[in-house]
């Protein structure tokens, strides 16, 4: 070993005593002393550049996931979620004409009372004057205005299950404004459709007729 790690001691010791080192310095091999300090922090180490420069593992992890769905809303059904979403974008839209939707049910009214009992008539027409009071008054939301000019224009078309789809909508959502006079609008659409069908089979027999008279 070498001696300038030996520190000078008792010149008369045995041959076997063993060497004394002195642990207060050292020096290395240029000759300059060293420090062992046990107390300096270290910093953690910094990323550097841009969020760009970032590992592409690192940035995954980082990046939100896309394209997740929201939860459904609770309690609610798919009828029940059409619903609220149709109401949300019915007040978006203008308010349609009470002229419009009346028009349509007067015209389906006034066919049906060619084969429909004058009583059951009448009760129809007064329910919906009822219907249009409170409409002009102001007593309707705007949900069931737009509902009943979509439930007009059905009749219209002769679409008759979706009229009556939109008739048990109003009665489940909005019973307190429509329980009045929907039971004369239920009625409406119960007789247009009985005489629609009515008039196709009238409409088929005559050609069946027709086809089979020997006279052609």
């Known amino acids: 070993m070498s001696d300038q790690f030996i520190k000078p001691g008792n010149q008369e010791r045995g041959w076997n005593d063993p060497p004394q080192f ?13 420090k062992c300090i046990l107390n300096k922090r270290v910093h ?19 990046t939100p996931p896309r394209d997740i769905k929201p939860p459904p809303i609770q309690g609610t059904t798919p009828t029940s979620v059409n619903s609220i979403l149709s109401d949300q974008t019915v007040t978006t ?6 002229e419009d939707v009346q028009a349509s049910l007067y015209s389906v009214l006034s066919a049906c009372r060619h084969t429909v009992k004058k009583q059951i008539c009448d009760d129809v027409e007064r329910r919906l004057k009822l219907f249009e009071d409170m409409w002009k008054n102001g007593k309707l939301s705007s949900s069931v205005k737009h509902r009943m000019y979509a439930l007009s224009q059905d009749l219209k078309r002769k679409n008759w299950d979706a009229a009556d789809e939109i008739h048990r909508g109003l009665m489940v959502d909005h019973v307190s404004e ?8 239920k009625r409406l659409i119960a007789e247009a459709r009985s005489l629609n069908t009515m008039q196709s089979a009238q409409s088929d027999q005559n050609q069946l007729d027709n086809t089979t008279d020997p006279g052609l």
């Not at 839209?93 to 009470?98: F, K, L, R, S, T």
């Not at 429509?178 to 609008?185: D, I, L, T």
């Open 22 to 34: 002195s642990y207060s310095f050292k020096k290395d091999s240029c000759g300059l002393k060293q």
């Open 44 to 62: 953690s180490p910094q990323l550097a550049g841009s969020a760009s420069e970032v590992p592409s593992a690192t940035a995954d992890r980082l």
């Open 93 to 98: 839209e203008g308010e349609p004409c009470i």
């Open 178 to 185: 429509v329980s009045q006079w929907m039971v004369g609008v």
